[in-house]
């Protein structure tokens, strides 16, 4: 489901939208004046297809959950600490991230 339903303020934007994409084409740009830019966004309006820029960087206004069926229980974007497997640290942040995602499964 999107985060926003109109276009956020930078500190907004950079508090909730989590999921990051590729940099759309300039002809996508509806907004691109602001501290925000705005791509794929006719007409003005914002949903999930829209994609927002903030400090050069993309991001879908989307947000991931996860539900458990049997618990009732809603996860919105689960942490990521392991980037990559070549990163220096890759077991500790693997575990880490092990640990985050079976706190919000079980508490």
Known sequence: K???SSVPSK???KAHLKIGTHRPSLNDCYDCD???K???APNGVVDMKTVFEVDGKC???AMSTLELVRGG???QNPPVFLKSVDDIGGTRQAMAEVE??????LH
């Open 59 to 61: 991001f879908k206004n």
């Open 73 to 75: 229980q809603l996860m």
């Open 2 to 4: 999107p985060v926003f």
């Open 11 to 13: 500190a907004d934007a």
């Open 34 to 36: 602001s501290e925000v």
């Open 38 to 40: 705005v791509y794929h």
């Open 100 to 105: 985050s995602l079976l706190d919000a499964l």
